[in-house]
């Protein structure tokens, strides 16, 4: 069992950290899957010896909805021909089951994986911090230039290491910790932000952690990331979860649920509202407030099975080259195995319409099960990946964490 919570911690610890990698392969990746063969031996040993596990009708039903998007996403992989995306659902299937099981064998080793989180994060704040003092001190470079080998570099590919922005022509230098782009791990610190303060994770020296999360988000210059924050303080400031609407007399309903809602259909309608011209507006950010509501597309597609089964995991782009009239009239074009930075958007086309109930029926149920400090982070989970592609381990196990909540009545993991 120790051996067990040592690796669930690591896959913690180390799920924010792209870098080192070697080709595909991060270290995250190592320990979860020990994780997962160490559960499935104690899992063994302790079901013969005490017949622990005992389903119930809505595990059956979760487990089937899961089976059928990690089906759906290997089908749409064949769809596209992006057959990258097949590892991707490999991992997902991986942490589906490792949460799983722990949910059904002990709950509370979960608290384990997300404490390692925290740890991740706090390790990517204070790295921030250090990389943003070495970059102004003259160096001009991230230090992930300086002490990665090339070896180490697999996942990087082509990507820069030292990620420079300009505001009003002043050159701003956007660290992103153990990673080449701050939408892969800064969007986690949010999240381990949002889990501290909502005690959903329980540590101590709990502002001290606060404020150096903040701090590295700050430092960032992540743009989604800094606006889900900015909207979780407003949350808070304002007390907006705890109001109540009462309606009908004796009928009440948390205005946290409206806001939800109203969030939702803003992110989805958004686009139509966004003129995709230069004159008007810098095209990247166009785009990305644009991906979402391209979903409407999707009843166009010259292929049943592509709407029945989407693109797999890094076939998304394939949908918007063949289908999305206002990319290509300004002939952008994703290339091999690449989709839209919105994770929002891209769960719509991994496993098509039949493989986005998985994601659509699990929120909903975790959102009505689930306490005010689900759905706040819930919120904030929507708010950040409308605007990033972060389909990491952590991004799975934070979400399916909170799933095994509503499984739970909402009860907490610790």
Same mark, same amino acid.
């Given at each position: 069992?120790?051996?067990?919570?040592?690796?669930?911690?690591?896959?913690?610890?180390?799920?924010?950290?792209?870098?080192?990698?070697?080709?595909?392969?991060?270290?995250?990746?190592?320990?979860?899957?020990?994780?997962?063969?160490?559960?499935?031996?104690?899992?063994?040993?302790?079901?013969?010896?005490?017949?622990?596990?005992?389903?119930?009708?809505?595990? +059956?039903?979760?487990?089937?909805?899961?089976?059928?998007?990690?089906?759906?996403?290997?089908?749409?992989?064949?769809?596209?021909?992006?057959?990258?995306?097949?590892?991707?659902?490999?991992?997902?299937?991986?942490?589906?089951?490792?949460?799983?099981?722990?949910?059904?064998?002990?709950?509370?080793?979960?608290?384990?994986?997300?404490?390692?989180?925290?740890?991740?994060?706090?390790?990517?704040?204070?790295?921030?911090?250090?990389?943003?003092?070495?970059?102004?001190?003259?160096?001009?470079?991230?230090?992930?230039?300086?002490?990665?080998?090339?070896?180490?570099?697999?996942?990087?590919?082509?990507?820069?290491?030292?990620?420079?922005?300009?505001?009003?022509?002043?050159?701003?230098?956007?660290?992103?910790?153990f990673s080449w782009d701050p939408g892969l791990s800064i969007t986690g610190t949010v999240i381990a932000f949002v889990l501290i303060a909502e005690n959903i994770?329980?540590?101590?020296?709990?502002?001290?952690?606060?404020?150096?999360?903040?701090?590295? +988000?700050?430092?960032?210059?992540?743009?989604?990331?800094?606006?889900?924050?900015?909207?979780?303080?407003?949350?808070?400031?304002?007390?907006?979860?705890?109001?109540?609407?009462?309606?009908?007399?004796?009928?009440?309903?948390?205005?946290?649920?409206?806001?939800?809602?109203?969030?939702?259909?803003?992110?989805?309608?958004?686009?139509?509202?966004?003129?995709?011209?230069?004159?008007?507006?810098?095209?990247?950010?166009?785009?990305?407030?644009?991906?979402?509501?391209?979903?409407?597309?999707?009843?166009?597609?010259?292929?049943?099975?592509?709407?029945?089964?989407?693109?797999?995991?890094?076939?998304?782009?394939?949908?918007?080259?063949?289908?999305?009239?206002?990319?290509?009239?300004?002939?952008?074009?994703?290339?091999?195995?690449?989709?839209?930075?919105?994770?929002?958007?891209?769960?719509?086309?991994?496993?098509?319409?039949?493989?986005?109930?998985?994601?659509? +029926?699990?929120?909903?149920?975790?959102?009505?099960?689930?306490?005010?400090?689900?759905?706040?982070?819930?919120?904030?989970?929507?708010?950040?990946?409308?605007?990033?592609?972060?389909?990491?381990?952590?991004?799975?196990? +934070?979400?399916?964490?909170?799933?095994?909540?509503?499984?739970?009545?909402?009860?907490?993991?610790?």
């Open positions: 069992m120790l051996f067990l919570k040592i690796n669930l911690f690591l896959t913690g610890l180390f799920s924010l950290f792209a870098l080192p990698s070697y080709g595909n392969f991060i270290l995250s990746h190592i320990f979860l899957i020990l994780s997962f063969y160490l559960i499935i031996i104690l899992l063994l040993y302790y079901h013969v010896k005490k017949n622990v596990i005992k389903f119930q009708n809505i595990d +059956i039903f979760i487990i089937s909805l899961a089976f059928l998007y990690y089906a759906t996403t290997l089908i749409g992989t064949l769809n596209s021909g992006q057959y990258k995306g097949i590892i991707t659902s490999q991992i997902f299937l991986l942490v589906f089951f490792l949460i799983f099981i722990i949910y059904k064998f002990n709950f509370r080793l979960i608290n384990t994986l997300l404490l390692g989180f925290i740890w991740s994060s706090f390790i990517t704040s204070l790295y921030v911090i250090f990389d943003s003092f070495y970059f102004y001190s003259g160096n001009f470079k991230s230090l992930n230039e300086r002490i990665w080998p090339e070896i180490f570099l697999g996942k990087a590919g082509e990507h820069t290491l030292t990620n420079i922005s300009s505001y009003g022509g002043i050159i701003i230098f956007r660290p992103a910790g994770v329980k540590i101590k020296y709990k502002k001290v952690f606060l404020g150096l999360l903040l701090i590295g +988000i700050l430092l960032s210059f992540s743009k989604t990331s800094i606006i889900a924050l900015f909207f979780y303080f407003l949350l808070k400031i304002f007390k907006i979860d705890k109001l109540v609407i009462k309606f009908l007399e004796s009928n009440k309903i948390s205005f946290l649920n409206i806001i939800i809602l109203l969030v939702f259909l803003s992110l989805f309608y958004i686009g139509f509202f966004i003129p995709y011209d230069s004159d008007v507006i810098d095209l990247s950010n166009a785009r990305h407030l644009k991906y979402l509501t391209s979903v409407f597309y999707y009843p166009y597609v010259d292929y049943l099975l592509e709407l029945i089964f989407g693109y797999g995991y890094t076939g998304v782009g394939v949908f918007f080259n063949k289908y999305v009239t206002w990319l290509k009239n300004e002939n952008f074009y994703f290339g091999e195995n690449l989709n839209p930075e919105s994770t929002l958007t891209n769960l719509f086309f991994y496993g098509g319409f039949i493989g986005s109930l998985f994601w659509i +029926i699990t929120f909903l149920y975790s959102f009505y099960k689930g306490n005010r400090a689900i759905k706040i982070v819930l919120l904030t989970i929507i708010l950040l990946a409308f605007g990033y592609s972060i389909n990491s381990i952590w991004f799975n196990f +934070i979400y399916l964490s909170l799933v095994v909540q509503g499984l739970r009545n909402g009860k907490n993991l610790h």
